[in-house]
């Protein structure tokens, strides 16, 4: 349907297909969301902000498609653009907040961490999630719409904005990172990898 065609919903309609369409998909944007940020409160702000343009734009959403697709495609698009937009900007640290706490009489320095620890702490339990992290997003975000949450082919093309031989390329790339990333893991389960063979 062009967008001269498309039909202008009345509120009340509106309002059926946000709640009938669009919340249902809600927690699989927000595991979305969180795998894409690494952050609870940033993937909140992120499903957040894809529900408000989803309302939005919802004249430009044509009833009974795929609507999970279609917040896919925006949740992805908000992520890209403020990830541009954050990596454009310096990284901001308020010295004089971090001077008083250490100087006043209440810091508990028990509660400072130690990198050291915190970092091993990590890496003692799930592997899987750590090395899926460790992708770069272009290969994460296959990884997590195919395998994860389920999309075809051609519905991760519509959503990431690629063609489908980008797709399929992309997922073989990404697969093979991460059976990489995840042998001496496996070998160490008793799984026989490629290499045992």
């Avoid at 059926?16 to 940020?37: A, K, V, W």
């Avoid at 609870?40 to 999970?68: H, M, P, W």
């Avoid at 959503?159 to 990333?181: F, Q, W």
Wanted: hydrophobic share 35%.
């Amino acid at each position: 349907m062009s967008e001269v065609q498309r039909k202008k919903y009345s509120d009340q309609e509106k309002n059926q297909i946000f709640d009938g369409e669009f919340m249902p998909h809600i927690d699989s944007m927000y595991n979305f969301g969180y795998r894409l940020t690494f952050d609870e409160d940033d993937a909140k702000d992120l499903v957040q902000d894809t529900y408000l343009k989803a309302y939005r734009f919802i004249n430009s959403f044509e009833q009974g498609t795929n609507a999970k697709a279609w917040l896919f495609r925006i949740l992805k698009n908000s992520f890209i653009n403020d990830y541009r937009k954050k990596s454009k900007q310096p990284a901001i640290v308020d010295y004089q907040e971090v001077e008083t706490y250490y100087n006043s009489d209440h810091v508990d320095y028990g509660i400072t961490s130690d990198l050291r620890v915190d970092s091993v702490k990590d890496m003692l339990g799930d592997e899987i999630s750590n090395a899926l992290n460790s992708l770069a997003v272009d290969f994460r975000t296959v990884i997590i719409l195919c395998d994860l949450e389920g999309f075809t082919y051609e519905e991760m093309a519509k959503i990431l904005d690629i063609p489908i031989g980008t797709v399929r390329s992309r997922l073989h790339r990404a697969r093979n990172l991460l059976k990489e990333k995840l042998r001496s893991y496996a070998q160490n389960m008793g799984y026989k990898t490629d290499e045992e063979e």
